[in-house]
């Protein structure tokens, strides 16, 4: 594999034969991202590197690129480009490149939001959870990390390698399950049923991080699961935090019951 060392000596390294990799950006467990060059539009784009040992399973880069690549909308990252596996096994996804940061690194260095501004990132990722499922998917990783905080004012939603259709596995009692704990909803944990309702569940605790500025101490698969308590600086979100984070997902607040709640919210 190439090395980073490698990357650096500007020059050397031009994926897909346009794409020139000017510095890392960021990596995960999915893989590493890094600011690039477009040499053949002169733009500057993001480029996902995804070695095939942090791929869960072959044509996973492509996957992930073709699932994000069915939504437009700007809360959602684009998609521009998808290199398949080159020589040293690596996968290559060319994305718009986002000013701002996570909202993950943000609150590690500020702490909790604000409710006006748990209310700003509520409504940007209800839209962009409705672009999507409307595209028939879901994404399956809602998380702090994977929501950024554009200089721009805009909240986008990143990251589509957990992305699947709605469906059912056998959960969490017969091995591992894809997400990251405490997004994950109880049902996939108990059942293996991944729908928009699992995404707004973890849309509740994104929240509930944000606001809190840590994540809840709580069992997921226990027979009592309870909704985690809501400390008085974020009285106001209790009613849209319990209704995202109802255990049920029949019960659950769907889009429309959010997006009426967050219209209740004082301004």
């Given at each position: 594999?190439?090395?980073?060392?490698?990357?650096a000596?500007?020059?050397?390294?031009l994926?897909?034969?346009?794409?020139?990799?000017?510095?890392?950006?960021?990596?995960?467990?999915?893989?590493?991202?890094?600011?690039a060059?477009?040499?053949?539009?002169?733009?500057?784009?993001?480029?996902?590197?995804?070695?095939?040992?942090?791929?869960p399973?072959?044509?996973?880069?492509?996957?992930?690129?073709?699932?994000?690549?069915?939504?437009?909308?700007?809360a959602?990252?684009?998609?521009?480009?998808f290199?398949?596996?080159?020589?040293?096994?690596?996968?290559?996804?060319?994305?718009?490149?986002?000013?701002?940061?996570?909202?993950?690194?943000?609150?590690?260095?500020?702490g909790?939001?604000?409710?006006d501004?748990a209310r700003?990132?509520?409504?940007?990722?209800?839209?962009?959870?409705?672009?999507?499922?409307?595209?028939?998917l879901?994404?399956g990783?809602?998380?702090?990390?994977?929501?950024?905080?554009?200089?721009?004012?805009?909240?986008?939603l990143?990251?589509?390698g957990?992305a699947?259709?709605?469906?059912?596995?056998?959960?969490?009692t017969?091995?591992?399950?894809?997400?990251s704990?405490?997004?994950?909803?109880?049902?996939?944990?108990?059942?293996?049923?991944y729908?928009?309702?699992?995404?707004?569940y973890?849309?509740g605790?994104?929240l509930y991080v944000?606001?809190t500025?840590e994540?809840?101490?709580?069992?997921?698969?226990?027979?009592q699961?309870r909704?985690?308590?809501?400390?008085?600086?974020?009285?106001?979100?209790?009613?849209?935090?319990r209704?995202?984070?109802?255990?049920?997902?029949?019960?659950?607040?769907?889009?429309?019951?959010?997006?009426?709640?967050?219209?209740?919210l004082?301004?």
């Amino acid at each position: 594999m190439i090395t980073i060392d490698q990357r650096a000596t500007a020059s050397r390294t031009l994926v897909g034969g346009r794409y020139r990799l000017d510095s890392r950006l960021g990596s995960g467990a999915s893989g590493t991202v890094w600011l690039a060059q477009d040499e053949e539009l002169g733009r500057t784009v993001a480029v996902k590197e995804i070695p095939r040992e942090l791929a869960p399973y072959p044509g996973a880069g492509r996957l992930e690129a073709r699932a994000a690549a069915r939504i437009d909308h700007r809360a959602v990252v684009a998609v521009y480009d998808f290199v398949a596996q080159d020589s040293d096994g690596v996968d290559w996804i060319v994305m718009e490149a986002l000013s701002g940061r996570t909202l993950a690194s943000v609150l590690y260095q500020y702490g909790p939001v604000s409710g006006d501004e748990a209310r700003y990132l509520a409504e940007h990722l209800l839209d962009a959870l409705g672009a999507v499922h409307g595209a028939g998917l879901i994404h399956g990783d809602v998380k702090p990390g994977n929501v950024q905080l554009c200089d721009d004012g805009r909240v986008v939603l990143l990251d589509f390698g957990l992305a699947t259709v709605p469906r059912r596995t056998a959960g969490a009692t017969d091995g591992p399950v894809a997400g990251s704990l405490p997004y994950i909803a109880p049902e996939i944990l108990r059942s293996g049923v991944y729908s928009p309702q699992s995404d707004l569940y973890a849309l509740g605790m994104t929240l509930y991080v944000a606001l809190t500025g840590e994540a809840p101490d709580i069992d997921l698969t226990a027979d009592q699961y309870r909704v985690p308590e809501i400390p008085p600086h974020a009285a106001a979100f209790a009613g849209v935090l319990r209704g995202l984070l109802d255990p049920d997902p029949d019960t659950r607040f769907d889009a429309d019951a959010l997006d009426r709640a967050l219209r209740r919210l004082p301004r």
